[in-house]
């Protein structure tokens, strides 16, 4: 690994996970992409590179050009740390997002090579003019250049902003992943760090959004785009975003009991656009209960446990319900479905907090040891369970005594992204909720701010 200061994308995630990440959403959105380090080099090879930028790369002068108009934007990136867009230097609508862990520039996402539809024409003039000079045959450039199809402009800032929470989701987890093997390593020979270890391991399994999902998701964007299912297509770029936003979150490690319920929501949303008929959901939660303190990403593992384990070995419809009430001086919260079940030796084991694959059972391990972490012995994680009736999780959670002072430690910690709200808003890329930024500041840039 690097010196400490200048961590690489590579020391904390597999480049071929990122790049079949960055394929999959380039593909699905209609965009090109590219990864760079924070020197502007690239760490991914481009992902769905349109023909014309081909073909101005082709010419001397337009790979010189190409070349400086992505490094500017990798530096604008970097000197911003928050997404912007801009006209690239070939007449593109471009833009750069940042790869930010704990406050640390690590490389920027490079995402474009569009013609928004609102301007198409105005677009496509400026992009000849700006390359028949470089010696490109103008019949075969404007050819290629009304072949594209345009885009709409908040689609490809939706584009730009799902893709760096995607990216940022996943070098987050490897970041924490490092981190915990680091502090492990070290705590052996000095046991005065096994406080940190603990609080490495809370951050890790905090901010973990299976990363099938986030593949599969992008696999049904792009299906819903190309069926000409537009409105599902936007369902599923706003609720995918809303939810890697929400895993970031490190401001806090609690959250009240409707923010978690909103998130479920959004996940099961994307789901059931997946599943159709086969996937129901039902929410049944105490209103008295909704602004009760809980641990922040508890809730979406044991759904997304029901979903893959009991609906999605099933053909027939899959009800998942979430309930919520008090039961003495605890919050009692079950996750149920009525799909495939377990069996009785599976359902034993995870009673006595066994669990026989870390790899097919990570989020119920994850649950599990953040609430014996988080809340000692005042909470109870319970299952019921038969096959081919289905499932039940219960979570029992003490409403008298707060967090560890392990889990109140990470609430200093800075925040990896803005914090979704919890009105239904579509919160923004940006901590201070501005949105995201078509007018960059590109004093003696070659970059065009877009009006």
């Not at 987890?173 to 809370?202: I, M, Y």
């Not at 809980?294 to 899959?318: D, F, S, T, W, Y």
């Not at 239904?424 to 840039?445: K, V």
Request: aromatic content about 6%.
């Amino acid at each position: 690994m690097t010196n400490i200061e200048e961590p690489r994308i590579e020391d904390f995630v597999d480049l071929s996970v990122l790049q079949r990440l960055q394929d999959s959403f380039a593909q699905a959105m209609g965009v090109a992409a590219v990864t760079v380090d924070r020197e502007g080099k690239p760490v991914t090879a481009v992902s769905n590179f349109c023909r014309v930028c081909l073909m101005i790369r082709e010419t001397g002068p337009g790979l010189a050009r190409c070349q400086r108009c992505d490094a500017e934007g990798g530096r604008l990136a970097r000197r911003k740390q928050a997404p912007f867009a801009y006209k690239c230097a070939g007449g593109f609508l471009d833009a750069a997002a940042p790869i930010i862990i704990d406050g640390q520039y690590l490389g920027c996402i490079l995402c474009g090579q569009v013609i928004p539809s609102d301007s198409a024409e105005e677009f496509i003039q400026d992009i000849l003019a700006r390359n028949v000079p470089l010696g490109i045959d103008a019949d075969q450039l404007e050819k290629e250049v009304r072949a594209m199809t345009p885009l709409p402009r908040d689609r490809f800032q939706a584009a730009v902003e799902m893709l760096s929470l995607t990216a940022n989701n996943i070098i987050a987890n490897g970041a924490t992943n490092v981190a915990q093997a680091r502090l492990l390593r070290e705590s052996q020979e000095r046991a005065a760090l096994q406080a940190a270890l603990q609080e490495a391991q809370l951050i890790a399994l905090k901010a973990q959004i299976n990363p099938h999902f986030l593949f599969n998701s992008l696999t049904l964007i792009g299906y819903t785009s190309v069926s000409g299912d537009p409105a599902s297509t936007e369902e599923i770029v706003y609720n995918l975003s809303d939810l890697l936003r929400y895993s970031l979150r490190n401001v806090s490690t609690s959250v009240e009991l409707s923010e978690e319920i909103d998130m479920v929501e959004r996940y099961l949303t994307i789901q059931k656009i997946g599943f159709g008929e086969r996937l129901r959901s039902e929410i049944d939660v105490d209103p008295e209960l909704r602004r009760t303190q809980i641990p922040c990403m508890l809730l979406q593992p044991l759904v997304e446990n029901a979903v893959l384990h009991g609906a999605e070995p099933m053909k027939r419809p899959v009800t998942i319900t979430l309930r919520a009430r008090q039961q003495g001086d605890f919050l009692l919260i079950e996750v149920a479905d009525d799909g495939a079940g377990m069996s009785p030796e599976q359902v034993q084991a995870i009673n006595n907090g066994q669990f026989a694959s870390r790899k097919q059972s990570v989020g119920l391990r994850n649950v599990y040891e953040r609430l014996r972490g988080e809340y000692g012995e005042s909470c109870r994680f319970e299952v019921e369970s038969a096959l081919g009736t289905g499932t039940t999780f219960r979570l029992f959670i003490s409403m008298t005594q707060p967090l560890s002072g392990h889990a109140e430690a990470l609430a200093d910690r800075p925040s990896g992204a803005a914090a979704a709200p919890a009105n239904g808003t579509r919160p923004t890329l940006l901590p201070d909720n501005r949105p995201l930024p078509f007018q960059a500041d590109l004093a003696d840039s070659i970059l065009t701010p877009i009006q």
